[in-house]
């Protein structure tokens, strides 16, 4: 395939995030623009056609030379049909046919990702993912999204809700899950639910540091545990533990379903650095079989809240490569 | 691409399945012979040479419009080299570049598939998963073996271990698998495996009628334990329980992992029926969320014994289409 520029938008509830880059993953511009999603379809859809106008306008290249716009947007969504179905945090784009749209207005290519898919892609395509073939991706923010690349393609599925690594069971009958299910990962790893299980540990009595933050009404948060937890907290040692061995868990099933040669750890989490990555490591050590030397390395990601925007352009040039918008 | 037959085989460690399929799947003819896995190296490999030989005599078509051999081993082995590694039961295969051997010796281009990927391509090609795009396949044996399909591509993963299903943990410190893990779906609901289960709780005191089998110096077996557990006992019950209901968590795993339209159960112990199917679907439908509706069909395999050369004929043909041998 001849060079060309894609056209990358991440799709989120409060910010549209956007820009250019070549075939080489080079950013030529970006920026990030209100979503304003409580006014309605028509000016949510017009601020992502104007996002991505903007883009072209503002890297200055030649507009026949862009080949495709690929936007990520939170599900349940429709890659196939280019339908975004029913979003949580952007209800105004419920049952809209984005891809369509979008190309009916800018005469350009669109195809249309999961926001979590296009961050997995983003990181294979130009961040710690690179160079690989076979990746898994943990995203660890307020709840555990995934991504997961084999042999150079994203696992979409059938229902195309593949790659929901969040809800991989790793403690089947254990803390309740946003999803409805017990035991997922999410509900021991995502820093929503680390916060939630060291209240529910408080409030049952256990003595914690954290408690006069409670006391107080305010809302535990994830950097709190993390705080505590390095200062010797009983109750957040034992909720970091749960959130390291449960991603361990979670890792090690992934080890022998899609068998990546690596897995990156991407999301807000990622911010306690070695605190989260060593025991990570040190669990998956402990749990893993010692049949076949097929670890795959860990580490975390590299593009951070760019992930989505540079995905979803790399998402574009897949598209123009394969011929699968 | 044309009409056209290929020969599948499937490595046991006493026998060697073999027959030629045509492109419909249709089988020409079907034979099995011994492996001779004591006589070494060059007399299993004639006995491999041999039965695809056979399989194109047998079944009277041209040489020339023979356009593949699948054969499907005993893992570890590698697809992309061609090579058989180490196959704990058959030992004198080791270090066997099978694919080039059989190339050189018949003439017919050759593809190597883990026995594991072969059934459940065979299942996919011809089975319970005909008409899907998207399958997961359980083989419960004497281990718990796996296949996946995604977008009508087995995963073989990096290291070429991918879809090692048995493996996934169910149960993080539960019981210890024959990989050394523990808490592995195989470690509960493996033929082998939910004997010793009943064993061990014998062992440790319960009362059970299975005790007078052990006392008497014999060996349980599933069947012994699907007969008590129809009977009452509620040591057999207990296990057979466990058995069906990690399957379930291992299922839901799959669910959000590749997402399939279809599970497929597979192996000796589908012989006990409803008995099994009816509670693993009914597991399934308590452990899964309720936030979408995509519930694979959970079904058994239709294929048997068949399904290992059925489907090594039928990754033959996948790697005349694609070319990926």
Chains 1, 2 share one sequence.
């Not at 950013?27 to 104007?50: A, H, R, Y």
């Not at 555990?144 to 009958?173: C, D, K, S, T, W």
């Not at 107080?216 to 993390?226: D, K, P, S, T, Y």
């Not at 795959?296 to 574009?316: E, H, K, Q, S, V």
Request: hydrophobic letters at 40%; one cysteine or more.
């Amino acid at each position: 395939m001849g060079k060309g520029y894609c056209v990358g938008v991440d799709l989120g509830g409060t910010n549209i995030k956007a820009g250019l880059l070549d075939d080489q993953a080079r950013i030529l511009c970006s920026f990030s623009v209100p979503t304003e999603v409580d006014k309605g379809n028509e000016v949510v859809v017009n601020n992502i056609v104007g996002a991505a106008e903007r883009a072209i306008r503002e890297a200055g290249v030649p507009r026949d030379e862009v080949v495709g716009i690929g936007i990520g947007s939170p599900g349940p969504l429709s890659h196939r049909q280019g339908m975004i179905i029913n979003p949580g945090n952007l209800p105004s784009l419920k049952n809209t046919p984005i891809r369509r749209i979008m190309t009916e207005r800018t005469g350009i290519r669109c195809t249309l990702e999961n926001d979590a898919n296009a961050a997995a892609w983003g990181e294979y395509w130009a961040g710690a993912g690179k160079g690989v073939t076979d990746l898994v991706m943990f995203t660890l923010g307020t709840g555990v999204g995934g991504g997961a690349i084999v042999n150079g393609r994203l696992i979409r599925g059938y229902f195309e809700n593949g790659a929901e690594l969040g809800h991989i069971i790793v403690n089947p009958g254990g803390r309740r899950c946003s999803c409805g299910q017990l035991g997922c990962v999410e509900a021991y790893s995502s820093a929503y639910f680390l916060a939630r299980h060291a209240e529910d540990l408080i409030k049952a009595g256990q003595p914690s540091v954290l408690k006069q933050r409670m006391d107080a009404g305010q809302m535990l948060m994830a950097e709190h545990i993390v705080e505590a937890a390095k200062a010797g907290d009983e109750v957040a040692n034992k909720v970091w533990h749960d959130a390291c061995y449960y991603l361990a868990v979670a890792t090690v099933t992934m080890q022998h379903v899609t068998n990546p040669e690596r897995v990156v750890m991407a999301g807000g989490l990622i911010a306690a650095g070695d605190f989260l990555l060593e025991p990570i490591r040190r669990h998956f050590r402990e749990l893993t079989w010692e049949l076949l030397d097929d670890f795959p390395d860990i580490r975390f990601a590299t593009l951070g809240n760019d992930a989505g925007f540079i995905g979803a352009a790399g998402c574009a040039w897949a598209a123009h490569e394969t011929g699968d918008w």
